[in-house]
């Protein structure tokens, strides 16, 4: 965390552990799945900044009525750029608010792949996340189609969609990959850079945010994928089961064999539920 601090000055606005082989291959969401644990906490941190960036541009007139449009890339490939946004999106849909996920790497699509739910293009999909809709294809061919074209679709399907939800999550090329992020970020209010730690070279996250910085939209900061040195406050914030949780950190359960009983911490004494 430091480092990427200290590199790139920008802050860290969320820790995220590494996930385990299977869930990386199986593009599965883990906090619908864990939704207690570290991992599905460290995107609720970064659900939290992103709001905060939203109430602080709402004070000061900065923004545009509508959704939130937030952009999610990374400066490279494979560095968990569209996990980040499929669980953002999930953990954003928990508040009951309307989310759009959107796939503007049409290169490479693989976002309906962590959703789920049908893929037609130029459509609202509904998706297996419930809360979550999904445009797979802004075109009806976007590998057909020039580049130009499809980012100048984008760009009106999302001004047209402000007024329809509460956020809008861009899934983009990398930065240094292609110029398709860039020309998308005239319509965008926030921009989160996916940093993979030990893969992510300090040399193409600071060109990216150069880069970023340069067409007028500084990064609101990093989503730190891969994170192992992650403050801990586990034996309290977690549940017994929590698959990332220490045995020897668990907490104690209690020994009552009445389960309606509870801890009355004044008089160190069991209660039951009935009085």
Known sequence: KEDVEVTLDLPVLAEIPPLDREHRKSCRIITMEEPRSRS????RAL?????????VDEEQGRTEDGAQVVLVTSAGPSE???????????????????????????RRPRLHRYLGGMAAPQKLNATDVPGVQLVTQVTRADGDATPSDVVEAQRRLVTRARDRFDVILLDTAPVLTTNDASELLSVVDHVVLVVAAGQTTADSAARATELLERRGCPPLGVALVGARDVPNSSEYYYDDDDPYLEPSRRRRRSTSKDPDAVIDLASRTEVTAGG
């Not at 659900?47 to 109430?55: F, G, K, P, T, V």
């Open 40 to 43: 599905a906490e460290s995107f």
């Open 47 to 55: 659900r939290s900044a992103l709001d905060y960036a939203r109430m």
């Open 80 to 106: 968990g750029k569209t996990t980040t946004l499929a669980n953002l999106a999930a953990v954003m849909a928990e508040g009951e608010r309307r989310v759009l996920a959107v796939n503007c790497d049409f």
